[in-house]
């Protein structure tokens, strides 16, 4: 294979999107869980009474609706289990970010906020990926679907 077809071909094996993608959901999931959520959650005790309140449902909420996103979700999101479901806290947790909680600072404060939004968005649209819990009770149920139709294949 020659450098020209690696490098400008547009084609890829699916193997290889299978594995950017776990890739991309499993470091996003460990960075914001390491970088944002865990402190968060250690630190409650001091943050619950400045935290901001963007939404106007007090700082313990709003610091407890950030912690579950940032924390339990970014948990999911490493699994790989009920994905899709677990970005939606994310997602809004990054559009609070961007556009209320950094709403008058530089591009540049915001900028980390538009990066996890388009990852998450990204995932949204793609899924958990191959290796994930996801797709291992997804296969599970269908095989045992498969197992219990008396009919098995008439009725498909």
């Known amino acids: ?12 094996p699916s193997w290889a999107n299978e594995i950017v993608i776990n890739i991309l959901r499993i470091a996003t999931g460990m960075v914001m869980l390491s970088s944002h959520g865990w402190p968060k959650y250690m630190n409650y005790t001091v943050l619950f009474i400045a935290f901001p309140d963007p939404l106007g449902i007090g700082s313990t909420l709003s610091l407890m609706l950030t912690i579950f996103a940032e924390v339990f979700c970014s948990l999911l999101l490493i699994f790989g289990l009920f994905t899709r479901l677990a970005i939606i806290p994310l997602i809004i947790t990054m559009i609070v970010a961007i556009s209320l909680i950094h709403s008058g600072d530089a591009f540049q404060q915001k900028e980390l906020a538009f990066v996890y939004l388009f990852i998450y968005v990204m995932l949204l649209f793609t899924g958990p990926g191959k290796f994930s819990l996801d797709r291992y009770f997804s296969n599970k149920n269908k095989s045992l ?6 009919n098995n294949g008439i009725w498909k």
């Open 1 to 12: 294979m020659n450098s020209k077809k690696i490098f400008f071909s547009a084609w890829r």
């Open 145 to 150: 679907q498969d197992t219990e139709h008396p």
